[in-house]
């Protein structure tokens, strides 16, 4: 069973069936010893190959992700270098324009891919502080507005009475909230509703996230939170770059959350992050906001 063990490249665990509860005597001992030992180095060389093949995807979405507004990036600055004799101001205004666009999705992606490094580092913890989750949605909310209203989205919120505070990093608990508005907001069209929601369960608080967006397939749903998953690749919304999901996953996780998705294809999204409260501070005075 060992020489087996050792021809599959630790990979496929021969288990000598020994008893671990009941051993006869050092060689059942030495057995259960060896069963758990290849258990856990199986899938310890599982994990490491999922985690070579996720960084070898990483890597290769990576390039692409780069490679395409820099091209286009550089394309429109050659373009512009190379006619601007020929040129008439609006033509030079549209080219510049574009590179603009070009090169604030760039720094988007570049600064990304920073935020969720620094949140994968082992050493990276959320610096901690008592936080009333109750006034930061109602902060968030503000400053999606403007934006709401030039799309024609309502946006409303449901605070409930007396939500706890929570210990946690105000900015990365605010990132991640940006992330599922903003996500909402891109995929609601005009006259649509988004809809917060704060409420307290069983020693956590819900924060739920719901549009009545274009909704996602189902097929879709267990790889949103993966890193440079697209939404409808294909359709006509190609700015994200596929991590604002993974690094408000990631954030969650941080917090010792968890975050939930439901959604149907036309009929909207919804998103629920559980985060856990202190009852150490006094609770959040109600704040409803219309």
Same mark, same amino acid.
Request: proline share 5%; net charge negative.
């Given at each position: ?7 599959s490249?630790f ?13 006869r005597?050092?060689i ?10 290849? +258990? ?5 060389v ?8 996720l ?14 507004p820099?091209?286009?990036?550089q394309? #429109?600055?050659e ?6 004799? %020929?040129?008439s101001e609006?033509?030079?205004?549209? #080219? ?15 600064g ?29 909310i ?9 799309k024609? @989205?309502?946006i409303?919120a449901?605070?409930g ?11 990365? %608990? ?8 903003d ?5 609601t ?11 307290? @369960?069983?020693?956590?608080?819900? @924060? ?8 996602? =397939? =189902?097929d ?5 939170f993966?890193?440079?998953y ?13 991590? +604002? ?8 996780d941080?917090? +010792?959350?968890?975050?939930? @998705? ?6 909207g999204? %919804?998103?629920?992050? #559980?985060?856990? #409260? ?13």
């Amino acid at each position: 069973a060992m020489d087996s063990f050792q021809e599959s490249d630790f990979s496929k665990s021969a288990a000598l069936g020994f008893a671990a509860g009941h051993p006869r005597d050092e060689i059942d001992r030495l057995g259960a010893t060896f069963d758990r030992m290849a +258990g856990l180095i199986s899938t310890q060389v599982q994990h490491l190959k999922r985690s070579d093949t996720l960084r070898r995807e990483l890597v290769a979405n990576v390039s692409h992700d780069l490679r395409t507004p820099l091209a286009s990036l550089q394309g #429109y600055l050659e373009t512009l270098l190379i006619k601007q004799e %020929v040129l008439s101001e609006d033509e030079k205004r549209n #080219y510049l324009t574009t590179a603009v666009k070009h090169s604030k999705h760039l720094g988007k992606l570049i600064g990304d891919l920073f935020e969720l490094a620094k949140l994968d580092a082992r050493d990276t913890l959320p610096h901690r502080e008592s936080l009333s989750l109750a006034e930061l949605v109602q902060d968030v909310i503000l400053k999606f507005q403007l934006q709401a209203q030039q799309k024609n @989205v309502a946006i409303s919120a449901d605070i409930g009475q007396d939500i706890p505070f929570i210990q946690a990093d105000i900015g990365l %608990v605010e990132r991640a909230l940006d992330n599922l508005i903003d996500n909402a907001l891109r995929h609601t069209p005009a006259g649509g509703t988004i809809q917060i929601e704060l409420t307290p @369960v069983s020693g956590r608080i819900r @924060v739920r996230i719901g549009d009545s967006g274009s909704g996602i =397939p =189902p097929d879709e749903l267990p790889h949103i939170f993966d890193r440079f998953y697209r939404r409808h690749r294909n359709a006509r919304d190609n700015d994200g770059a596929g991590l +604002g999901l993974a690094i408000t996953k990631r954030i969650v996780d941080l917090h +010792g959350g968890s975050i939930e @998705v439901r959604s149907q294809p036309q009929a909207g999204t %919804v998103f629920s992050i #559980y985060l856990p #409260y202190t009852t150490s501070a006094d609770p959040a005075p109600p704040l409803a906001l219309q």
